[in-house]
């Protein structure tokens, strides 16, 4: 005789978050026609409507990579996700591959690689600044890597990575070049087949301004042949291309149940990129970038990041001395609703990392951040020099007037 079920089950209200202004690392702000579309009605992962809608994914995501990369595709999971796919893929037990590392997420691709039982040769540059690419050339030279690893946007430090220099340097051996994308692709252009990357992988909910959970990736066909003269099988079965590509290419072969809202969501996050195009939403996003640098430096802060090496996504400030980080995030958050993020690794407690990306980087969210930061600061009794928000707001003004509408 089966007991009955307990009728104390516990109740819960239902979730109601609030809407936050997210202007840390990630995720960003995601348009109302992203939500819309996420909330869909459910078909079969093989529906034919479906399909269809994949196919036009891989389509509009080779124009964001700037690639006619045939493996195209997003990978059901976070940018971790595709970092993962990426070297699981390219590299085989005991076959080296040169990390480069200049913050945190170079040290991740270093762990993924010797847990996957290959090689890191590991280039550790300074944090906070770009690639010394003597140190690269030299470590390549010594090792036997054909893979090179280089982080294009890294979030932890706010660094914009020039990837053609690298590309030199692959040459040199026949060399593939692989990159991290992750907080790039959809505001810096990523320029795929005109650097010549090899292998290059993202996430959604950085300037896509998507919900986190997929990845996307592209493969350059160097790197496909690669993969197909593997001596042993992909170590895992999730993220083999081999297989997934069944299912994302013309056989259709099952291979998981794809999360199909998600793709949703990705399909009119990528519209909304398409509609704007890669040259104007580059420009916006270095003008509030511009307009956030001139506010910041005109209340006596600075930028952790020299300028010409600075993302425009990612902002890394240096926390005053004397100033409490967490404290001034936190009031933020509680007076301001806006979330910025704090430092990682040896940045923790010395920089405030506040995110322009996508939906969020426009003037209001600039001037708002501007004007919260001032005054937490005031409240912490540290003493600005002068107006960020008047600062910022030069910016715009000067550049309608360069663009004839103002």
Known sequence: ???SLSSDAPVFEAVQPPRRILLGPGPSPVDDRVLRAMSAPLVGH?????????????????????TNNRVTIPIS?????????????????????????????????????????????????????????DKVRTAFKKSSARVIFAVQAETSTGVLQQLAPLREIADERDGLL?????????????????????????????????PPGLAPVTFSERSVEKIRSRKVPCSSWYLDLSLLLNYWGKERVYHHTAPISMVYALHEALRIITEEGLEARARRHELNHRAFVAGIEAMGLSMQV???????????????DGVD?????????????????????????????VGLMGAGSIENNVLLLLAGLEKALADASFKVSGSGVSAAAAVYSQQKSKDGTA
């Open 325 to 353: 980080e967490l404290r001034i995030r936190k009031q933020l958050l509680e007076e301001f609703n806006i979330e910025i993020g704090g430092g990682l690794g040896v940045f923790k407690g010395r920089v405030w990392r």
């Open 178 to 210: 692989l990159v991290d994308a992750v907080t790039s692709l959809g505001a810096h252009s990523v320029g795929a087949d005109r650097v010549g990357i090899d292998a290059c992988y993202s996430g959604t909910q950085k300037a896509i301004s998507c």
């Open 46 to 66: 093989l529906d034919p409507i479906f399909l269809e809608t994949m196919d036009e994914v891989q389509s509009m995501l080779r124009y964001v990579f700037e």
């Open 306 to 320: 020299a300028k010409g090496e600075r993302l425009w996504t990612l902002n890394t400030v240096r926390v005053p």
């Open 1 to 3: 005789m089966i007991e």
């Open 77 to 133: 999971g976070t940018g971790s996700a595709g970092m993962e796919s990426t070297v699981a893929n390219l590299l085989e037990p005991e076959e080296e591959a040169l990390i480069c590392i200049n913050g945190y997420f170079g040290e991740r691709m270093s762990d993924m690689v010797s847990r996957l039982g290959a090689r890191p040769v590991r280039v550790e540059c300074e944090w906070g600044s770009t690639l010394d690419l």
